[in-house]
């Protein structure tokens, strides 16, 4: 690739005036496209993007403006918008734009969310500032992290059941 002089020679050794010709590769029509998988709720940098490309031979990847590498798979992603490129064999490049979402939360999120909400995440309890055992209610990722000890204490009754019972706003139950 460049502008080169060429000069012909006949049959007779004879020679023609230099002329100046551009000598240029185009680059083939490469087509690049990329799926992505969903960063999971309140777990950071868990998303993926994989990019493929087609036209051309050779590729490389890369995420962002930075470094090509070999693999179209980038992952430990956070959501959030991404630009990729592909880069083949002989310098030539496409680009496009792709993204990263967050995973909706769990079938029965929600539902936990509502029963925590109303039982749990009052006054005195796992509310803010001052959070029972610091764990506030309030925030969804709290309640992710904490599904395990949730399911133990609401639905098994494993050490003992939550919300607990209050009595004493059941002045009936306490008399004799």
Known sequence: MGT?????KDANGCL???MSTNVGF?????SATATSTNTIKCETNTGTITVSATGSTGFMYNLNGGSYQVSNIFAALA??????GV????GCTA???TSVSQAPAG???LSVQAVLQVNCAISGCHLSPNPQNGLDFTDD????????RIKARAVDANPSQMPPQVLHCLPWINRK
């Open 4 to 8: 080169y002089n060429v000069v012909a």
């Open 16 to 18: 023609s005036n230099s």
């Open 26 to 30: 185009s680059c083939p029509g490469i």
């Open 79 to 84: 959501a959030g918008a991404y630009t990729f």
């Open 87 to 90: 880069r083949d064999i002989n």
């Open 95 to 97: 680009t496009g734009n």
């Open 107 to 109: 079938t029965l999120f």
């Open 141 to 148: 990722c709290t309640i992710v992290a904490q599904s395990i």
